[in-house]
């Protein structure tokens, strides 16, 4: 058990945890942020993923004190009022079905349109493919971060 | 205009009581009640008895706002959207005017649901469309009265009561709490579907600002004060039990409470009873990571109690079944031998599919607190009742005691019918003696799972000099269900004509699996038919609607179970979408159509070669399910399926080494991913007057059979065992 401050959506907390504790673990069991998603634990299904600072990572694959002091961002924190532009056109294009995988999908395609407001289909594909949605909604989830890039362009 | 009865026998499928806040609440049988008896009904089900329960409940509030609660599991068909869309349409309110709400917890609401079968929308059409016709009603009686007038002098709209030859309007909101004295008519109107609004119109799921900003929505992010984690373990193979473990060490760990051997055996366990293990080690804590850990450090005794089965093995036994196995279920048209002898023409091909896991994205789990006398549970299952009784009889617990309440669910393809994780979580809350919420990790998901059936099915087919088909037959086993359909297409279109399904042993626990026999029939059938489409010059729509015509115009033997007439529909639909017949360079094409869960679909499948591996760039899907209620929900039900039979076509296995499934997790079970699914997949409905059929299973099954088609045409490869990605030898 250690202690850790962890800058969780613009909040200081404090958790007492094993320091090989996965953020995951950390934010569903501890913080009570379930909005991020437990799908594999192993790194293959993005269902998990967070930001770490601006970067989209895997918070299955992330211990708890290799976070340091860089901020994390969940789906609950990603827009005050859930009007970041990535959730509109989620909402635009009435993207899911079952909605598990949503989370993780949106956490990754904001950091990628961050990097890369204006993608090609292929690297869309390329950067969500780690990115399962078990109900098929892939089609739709492209249209959307087409949908949001253009807005964003706007 | 159809009317529709609001009572059977005297009693009545309809309550109206006064709103606690204003206004009126009325209470009705949403029949979700067909008793869960078999994964997969057959149509035409007697009327049950819990007709009569109430379930759904619309209020009405005085400010002519309307609430609906809909009591309905919602596992990503969108049904919670598109039935409260029935509800208004016949009430007759503005979709703005509309709130959905799931159904508070624990007051008997949740009663008689099942999600499964594509019956949602099937059984519920009528229930939803009398409750709403006889609330617009009751609010007009009550109009009539306040103005003195007659029912014929006074029309509704949008939420509004108006005199026909005057001037008075009144709203809903405002005469709803009058409308509560109302007697309820024995009898309503209902619509005729071409005066439908808001039916066949888009509306955008009512839970999407809850899915995008992360609420707690699913079974594992239910929270309770006081809540203890839990996991499980179960032997490493099928054919193992436990004996004991290393208990005491376990009970050290660090963060476990708990440790120990439960058993849910249960007394004339029923179909969705199905499991593989019925002991397994229970660890209990408060944080998920330190069970995972204690779970890693488990030394147990396991003992075998049955045959270590490999795939190896399940490939012979499928083979002998086929050759030497019991026939369960037949159709004999005619005299397929000699036909077989006189053809000129014929050809006979052999097709296979694994095992699949269902692979719900979120692992199963269930919350249960379990007291001397009471048991409450809460979690993601498509069978309530069904566990409920369960539960019943694990805890020996009268019926009345219990509760089980549904979160919503993160996908469902079939596993949540199956409730054995919900009975783990009873006995391990009774162990404890508290609240609990039990984990299953991906691999505990994937290695004990209710899997699809592997299947193995040998089709022949006879054509004469002119290339016409004369004889056809199909011989199916799978373990431990055969996957033939014998009344199906071609049934009723070849004058000489077999089917034969086969079962044979296995102790590997399988369940329904979107679309189960379908799911494998439709790819192997429609790729067959493809074969012989050519081998007889023909194209393969053509080819098809030929049969259909035959089956039409002069069906041969008994009844078959299809509408040829439909089924012709969305083939002659997607031709002309697809503009099948155009030939694009480097564009390879394949067709194929299927008929199950009474929807017709065809798929027509653009695929190119795209840095030396197939992949489908363009589908155009149509569709026949009679009405269409939520158009847009519609097309993406519809793109799922097509994108999971292409995923599981090409990619998915559960293969077994001596009991154990040698894929665990993602890593080595593939699902389709962002690259491999298509650019683009279009939907077109035939547009009718019928009543709705389900959505979840339809889209899937001829997908598999069109990726086949394509395939051939891009490798010149035909493709007869999935998953299609590891037979590529021309491919990769
Ligand atoms: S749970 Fe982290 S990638 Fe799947
Ligand atoms: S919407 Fe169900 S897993 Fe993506």
New binding site residues.
């Given amino acids: 058990m250690a202690n850790f401050k962890l800058k969780v959506n613009g909040k200081t907390q404090e958790v007492a945890v094993d320091p090989t504790t996965p953020m995951l673990w950390v934010l569903r069991d501890h913080l009570k942020l379930v909005g991020t998603k437990y799908g594999c634990g192993i790194a293959q299904c993005g269902a998990c993923t967070v930001h770490l600072d601006d970067n989209a990572v895997r918070s299955c694959q992330l211990p708890v004190s290799a976070v340091g002091d860089k901020e994390i961002t969940t789906i609950e924190g990603l827009s005050e009022n859930g009007d970041h532009p990535v959730q509109k056109a989620w909402i635009e294009e009435d993207v899911?079905?079952?909605?598990?995988?949503?989370a993780g999908q949106i956490m990754n395609a904001s950091a990628f349109l961050k990097k890369n407001p204006n993608p090609s289909d292929s690297e869309i594909e390329s950067a969500m493919n780690g990115n399962?949605?078990?109900?098929g909604?892939y089609t739709r989830i492209k249209k959307a971060i087409k949908t949001a890039a253009n807005t964003e362009n706007a | 205009m159809t009317k529709i009865r609001t009572q059977y026998n005297r009693r009545s499928f309809l309550k109206v009581s006064a709103a606690a806040s204003g206004g009126m609440l009325i209470g009705f049988s949403w029949l979700n009640g067909c008793k869960p008896n078999t994964p997969e009904p057959e149509p035409g089900i007697a009327l049950p008895n819990e007709w009569f329960d109430i379930n759904g409940y619309i209020k009405i509030g005085d400010t002519g706002l309307v609430t609906i609660y809909s009591p309905n599991p919602e596992i990503?068909q969108n049904v919670k959207t598109s039935m409260p869309m029935i509800v208004a349409e016949e009430l007759d309110v503005p979709w703005e005017n509309v709130v959905v709400e799931q159904a508070p917890l624990n007051t008997g609401f949740y009663q008689n649901q099942f999600a499964g079968g594509s019956l949602s929308i099937r059984l519920s059409w009528n229930a939803l469309r009398m409750a709403g016709a006889t609330g617009k009603r009751m609010l007009m009686e009550a109009a009539a009265k306040e103005w003195g007038l007659q029912l014929a002098d006074i029309s509704a709209s949008e939420g509004v009561i108006k005199e026909n030859n005057g001037e008075r309007t009144v709203t809903y909101g405002e005469i709803a709490s009058k409308a509560v004295g109302i007697e309820v008519p024995e009898e309503v109107d209902l619509k005729s579907p071409k005066d439908f609004k808001l039916i066949g119109t888009s509306i955008k799921n009512v839970d999407g600002e809850k899915i995008v900003t992360g609420q707690p929505l699913f079974g594992l992010d239910f929270q309770r004060e006081g809540m203890s984690l839990a996991m499980i373990q179960h032997p490493p193979s099928f054919g193992m039990t436990v004996k004991d473990f290393n208990e005491e060490e376990i009970k050290k760990m660090p963060g476990v409470k708990d440790a120990f051997i439960i058993d849910t055996t249960i007394n004339e366990p029923d179909w969705f009873d199905e499991k593989g293990f019925k002991q397994l080690i229970a660890i209990v804590g408060d944080s998920t990571w330190e069970l995972m850990q204690a779970k890693k450090a488990i030394k147990a005794n396991w003992e075998s109690t049955g045959e270590l089965e490999s795939s190896s093995m399940h490939k012979e036994r499928l083979e002998k079944a086929l050759v030497s196995g019991t026939v369960t279920e037949s159709r004999k048209d005619g005299n397929p031998e000699a036909a077989f002898k006189r053809a000129a023409k014929v050809i006979e091909q052999t097709y296979t599919a694994p095992f699949m896991a269902h692979n719900t994205?979120e692992p199963m789990n269930f919350f249960a607190n379990v007291t001397e006398d009471s048991a409450e549970l809460m979690g993601p299952t498509q069978t309530p009742e069904a566990l409920e009784g369960s539960v019943a009889k694990l805890l020996d617990l009268p019926l009345e005691n219990i509760t089980v309440d549904m979160s919503r669910m993160?996908?469902g393809f079939g596993r949540r019918l199956y409730v054995h994780f919900g009975l783990e979580a009873a006995a391990i809350s009774k162990k404890i003696g508290g609240p609990v919420k039990l984990i299953y990790s991906r691999e505990d998901d994937m290695s004990q799972g209710t899997y699809r059936p592997t299947y193995r099915s040998t089709y022949k087919a006879g054509l004469d000099e002119n290339n016409n088909l004369i004889a056809f037959s199909v011989r199916g086993a799978g373990l431990p269900d055969g996957p033939v359909f014998p009344n199906r297409f071609p049934a009723g279109a070849v004058e000489n004509y077999l089917a034969e399904k086969i079962s044979a042993d296995t102790n590997i626990t399988t369940g329904a699996w979107r679309a189960p026999r379908s799911n494998f029939t439709a790819g192997a059938e429609q790729a067959f038919l493809d074969e012989v489409a050519e081998l007889a010059g023909k194209d393969p729509i053509d080819f098809r609607l030929e049969l259909f015509e035959r089956a039409k115009n002069n069906p041969v033997g008994e009844e078959y179970e299809y509408d040829a007439e439909r089924y012709a529909g969305v083939l002659k639909l997607v031709k002309e979408k697809a503009n099948w017949g155009s030939n694009e360079p480097n564009v390879f094409r394949g067709v194929a159509a299927y008929f199950c869960h009474s929807t017709y679909v065809a798929e027509v499948f653009d695929m190119v070669m795209e840095k030396g591996q197939p992949k489908v760039k363009k589908v155009w899907c149509a569709v026949d399910c009679g009405i269409v209620i939520n158009r847009d929900g519609a097309i993406n039900m519809m793109q799922g399926g097509v994108v999971d039979g292409i995923g599981h076509a090409m990619y998915s296995q559960l293969t077994f080494e001596n009991g154990t499934p040698k894929q665990m997790n993602f890593d080595r079970y593939q699902l389709i991913r962002h690259s491999q699914a298509p650019d683009d997949i279009e939907v077109f409905f035939v547009e009718n007057e019928i009543d709705p059929t389900g959505l979840g299973e339809p889209g899937l099954p001829p997908a598999m059979g069109a990726l086949a088609n394509a395939m051939y045409k891009a490798t010149g490869q035909r493709y007869y065992n999935q998953p299609f990605a590891t037979e590529r030898q021309v491919i990769g």
């Fill in positions: 899911y079905q079952c909605g598990y995988c949503q399962i949605c078990r109900c909604t | 990503g994205l993160g996908g």
